[in-house]
């Protein structure tokens, strides 16, 4: 997640996109000119090294962040729309919103957590269900398989979920 003054996050961005990431995290609290510049960066990048354009996210609201004022996530998601971004990272809860400031915009879920698993530092966590039926385009998954007993029985416990959440839709 890059912010930082604009220059610096263009340049890194750059490079960033020149290596082929797909997506880049940009936090939208550093405003519409950041998030410009590193959208500007990782498409330059990207198209200077021959490579298909990347996907810039900008970060709303954290998801361990329970206490962030309402109106804070509407400011953000326009930032990410006049910079150019091509989606937002954002809790479940937030998706619709997100979607009606921006409908072309991907969303991506953080803190998903499967039923009954440690929320650990998520105050604004989702099951997996939760965020598809939310209307999620992409969902984060770490800990919950990362730090599971078993990590390939908790990645295909997930995926099952995930699946019967898109048939149910």
Known sequence: KLHDIPTTVRKASKVI????????????????A??????DGFLAGAADAGLEAPVPLAVTVLTSDGDAPPHILGKRVQAALEAGCGGVV?????????????????AVVPGIRPVGADRHDQARAATPEAAVLAGADLLVIGRA???????????SAIADAVQGAISSR
């Open 145 to 155: 398989v990362t730090g599971a007993v078993d990590p390939a029985a908790a990645a």
């Open 90 to 106: 954002c809790a479940a809860v937030d998706v619709h919103e997100v979607k009606q400031l921006g409908p072309r915009l991907l």
């Open 34 to 39: 950041m998030l410009t510049a590193g959208v």
């Open 17 to 32: 996109g020149s290596l082929g990431a797909r997506y880049l995290n940009f936090h939208a609290q550093g405003g519409v």
